[in-house]
């Protein structure tokens, strides 16, 4: 889950200073992404939410150690280019803590729609070692 705790970020005001604040490893990647847009129906990304964000980036700060002001904010970034970064600004995520035992989605606790849910379960036991 990203740090705004959601996948379809309306770009607000706030959910810029969560996805900074919720960051829980800031001292190691001080960089966070978020998710935005009209998720789950089409419609991607809205003019008032393109709109938010060129104003937030053109008052951003950089380093804000307090996270008072508003974080610096890029767009337009892939997730790829995001995880390469994460990758090398990490040591290949040898910097970040390392879970260990079962993995729980504390935040999506909805009913699972996916046929075989041992499917999910193998996906995220795949997918550890990238992390």
Do not use: Q
């Not at 390469?84 to 290949?92: A, I, L, M, P, S």
């Amino acid at each position: 889950m990203t740090p705004v705790v959601n996948y379809n970020s309306e770009c607000k005001y706030n959910d810029i200073l969560k996805g900074h604040t919720g960051n829980h490893n800031i001292d190691v990647c001080p960089e966070g992404m978020i998710l935005f847009g009209h998720g789950d129906g089409g419609g991607g990304p809205a003019p008032e939410m393109l709109e938010r964000l060129r104003r937030a980036r053109a008052v951003g700060v950089e380093n804000d150690p307090k996270g008072a002001e508003v974080p610096m904010v890029r767009v337009g970034h892939g997730m790829g280019e995001f995880f390469e970064d994460v990758r090398k600004r990490t040591g290949n995520g040898e910097k970040l803590p390392t879970w260990w035992g079962e993995l729980y989605l504390e935040i999506h606790r909805e009913y699972c729609t996916i046929p075989k849910p041992s499917f999910v379960l193998s996906l995220f036991r795949w997918s550890e070692p990238f992390f």
